[in-house]
């Protein structure tokens, strides 16, 4: 297995650090300046042991575009995870650490000829659809492929939904597809959904795993012998979530849905394994206070401005690809007994729309204070940009002595 995180520094933290100590050692040497990401391997070990714990049946495929920094597709790989790979280039990065294919599902229903080549190349062969077009184009280029039909199957309450864009009726559509799949020959083995980034409905694993019962009996009556089910991602993994609920639900579902051992069951959880694992420490470097005057009562009151080295543009893409995302500035000083005013906090870039937070009522910060982002690991370095050149923070990694 090749070693990036070996080559970088790791720091191992003892009984007298934590990530809160070493981001302050980062941040209070000499010249520091640029934004960075501590990443807490401990964090990812431990949310693997929840998973194994809480969804015993279930095999996790980690979804790579949730973070692809190899330290942590090297954890995942050592802790023996498969993967959900959605692009060439994710299949090429997994495999160069000696994964094996048979670990990697495509999970993209619309994949460019290009890749699906590849795929067949490489020999990974588990690939989702959920498109007449797309089962054409795999009788060309892939006709051994394993496939997995994938519907639609939407949580009433998440951060994103995915259905927008992926997932067939499992009514309407998906019968039609199966029937065109076995007139051309295709192997299809399977059923996928992904109920919603962030998903804040249990019950909807419930309606899409008893949806895919149906499936898999319809498949039946066509001759097929469906033995993969896929319950795709959704898991929460901010600091003080749990996925109790979620699991307990999809247990009882499989329970009752499928309570035949011989399905294999998997899920691709992105969110809930490297979400809380990251923490960024984002240092201001402007500060603009602006005077308003209220034009009832005559009274003044100062708002200040603060301007720090990362914004929606680099790690918090998600303030503007997702409503109501709220992150929250924690001061890395100790400001007990300052007076707070309201402020905002805006990114690096000349773009007006990089507003980090609107309103918050923080300590009277300097120039050169730091503030501090928990739960920065999902949907953020794997989407950041460096648009109008401004860097993207480097990662240090931290262990605690017993997980190294
Ligand atoms: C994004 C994505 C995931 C990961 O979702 P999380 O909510 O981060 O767990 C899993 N599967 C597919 C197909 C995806 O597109």
Redesign the pocket.
């Known amino acids: 297995m090749k070693t990036a995180i070996s080559e970088e520094r790791v720091h191992i933290l003892d009984s007298q650090s934590n990530v809160w100590s070493v981001i302050s050692e980062i941040a209070l040497s000499d010249n520091q300046e640029d934004a960075f990401y501590v990443c807490d391997v401990g964090d990812i070990v431990r949310k693997h042991k929840t998973w194994k714990a809480k969804l015993p049946r279930v095999e996790p495929y980690y ?1 790579v ?2 973070n692809h920094s190899l330290a942590v597709l090297e954890v995942l790989s050592t802790l023996g995870t498969g993967f ?1 790979c ?1 692009s060439k280039g994710e299949i090429e990065k997994v495999l160069s650490l000696d994964v094996r294919p048979d670990r990697i599902i495509f ?2 229903p619309t994949k460019p000829a290009s890749h699906i080549r590849h795929a067949a190349s490489v020999g990974v062969s588990r690939m989702t659809f959920d498109n007449e077009t797309e089962l054409h184009k795999l009788k060309k280029l892939y006709p051994n492929a394993e496939m997995v039909i994938r519907i639609r199957s939407d949580a009433t309450d998440a951060q994103f939904i ?1 259905g927008r864009k992926f997932g067939c009726d499992p009514e309407t559509e998906a019968p039609e597809l199966l029937r065109l799949a076995k007139s051309l020959g295709i192997n299809v083995i399977g059923v996928s959904f ?1 109920v919603g ?2 998903c804040r409905e249990p019950e909807a694993f419930q309606r899409a795993i008893s949806s895919s019962r149906y499936i898999f009996d319809y498949a039946t009556s066509l001759g097929y012998n469906f033995h993969v089910l896929d319950i ?4 929460p993994g901010e600091h003080g979530t749990s996925i109790d609920k979620i699991a307990d639900v999809i247990n009882s579902s499989l329970d009752k849905y499928f309570p035949d051992p011989s399905v294999e069951i998997i899920a ?5 394994y490297v979400c809380s694992a990251y923490t960024l420490a984002c240092n201001i470097h402007s500060i603009r206070n602006v005077t308003e005057t209220d034009a009832e009562t005559g009274n003044t009151k100062t708002r200040k401005m603060y301007y720090i080295n990362d914004g929606v543009f680099g790690s918090f893409n998600c303030i503007i690809s997702c409503d109501n995302h709220v992150v929250v500035p924690i001061p890395l000083k100790d400001y007990t007994g300052s007076k707070y005013h309201p402020s905002s906090i805006w990114g690096p870039t000349c773009d007006c729309v990089d507003q980090v937070v609107e309103n918050i009522l923080l300590p009277e910060m300097m120039v050169g204070d730091w503030l501090v982002f928990k739960d920065m690991g ?1 949907y953020t370095l794997s989407i950041a940009s460096s648009f109008n050149s401004f860097p993207i923070p480097k990662v240090h990694i931290v262990a605690d002595k017993n997980v190294w």
């Open positions: 979804a575009k949730c959900d959605a999970a993209l995915l992904h980034s962030g795709g991602g959704g898991y691709e959880p992105g969110t809930f999902a």
